[in-house]
């Protein structure tokens, strides 16, 4: 037997180029783009092929915490630059990505107004203290309301993926396990023998779990650990 994974590839900011509609971030992943090193980029003003590594891993950054709320002094923390520095960042970011900052604004409006923000399978995630006087617990309601239609849409989308899985491939005497989910990964074991067969058909159903703006795409990758997967085809 072999463990087998399939890893949705940045789905959470798939979901959130969906969500916010925005042509750069939608195009980027329509070309099959490394959304890490467009952002990386625009931000850094350079040639994509001149992004380093580095500049790539500061574009994660900005990527995942600007689209969470991260604040300029957050994100100077994290990259360890001065926040007049960081602002910058975040001001070319969304200059690139309008619709993002669109996003962040109008949600918060709205979880003011009606006290709850909603997946794009509209389970709703309340939020009580969006109207606090305290300003830090008000502004952790904050991001939470800009947090929970993205990481809350991804959680619904494996869910799904893994009930048609467990519809679709699991019944029978096949030896095919679902034995882990994390995050937005799920683990198998499986008799090597079935790798070629059943690797495209997991693929398969998990990129079709939801139709999104920003296609789902999956990684897979089989060994036989956890630390030894190798990519499959």
């Known amino acids: 037997h072999v463990l087998l994974s399939a890893d949705y590839d940045q789905i959470e900011l798939r979901v959130l180029a969906h969500i916010t509609g925005d042509p750069g971030l939608l195009d980027a992943f329509r070309r099959g783009e490394d959304i890490h090193t467009v952002t990386a980029a625009e931000v850094f003003g350079v040639a994509p092929d001149g992004v380093t590594p580095e500049m790539r891993r500061q574009a994660k950054v900005f990527n995942y915490g600007i689209a969470y709320g991260i604040s300029d002094f957050g994100l100077a923390s994290q990259l360890g630059i ?29 979880a003011r107004r009606q006290g709850y923000v909603t997946t794009l399978l509209n389970r709703r995630r309340y939020l009580p203290d969006i109207l606090s006087r305290n300003r830090v617990i008000r502004e952790a309601a904050e991001r939470n309301a800009i947090n929970a239609p993205i990481q809350g849409t991804a959680a619904d989308i494996i869910k799904i993926a893994m009930l048609r899985i467990h519809r679709d491939l699991l019944p029978g005497p096949s030896g095919l396990e679902m034995i882990l989910q994390i995050h937005d990964e799920l683990l198998f074991e499986l008799p090597e023998a079935l790798v070629p067969d059943v690797a495209p058909r997991i693929r398969e159903i998990m990129e079709r779990a939801y139709q999104l703006a920003a296609p789902l795409a999956v990684s897979v990758a089989c060994g036989p650990n956890w630390q030894d997967l190798v990519d499959v085809a």
């Open 82 to 110: 001065g926040r007049a520095e960081a602002q910058r960042f975040m001001d070319t970011y969304f200059a690139r990505y309008p619709r993002v900052q669109d996003y962040t604004r109008t949600t918060v409006e709205l």
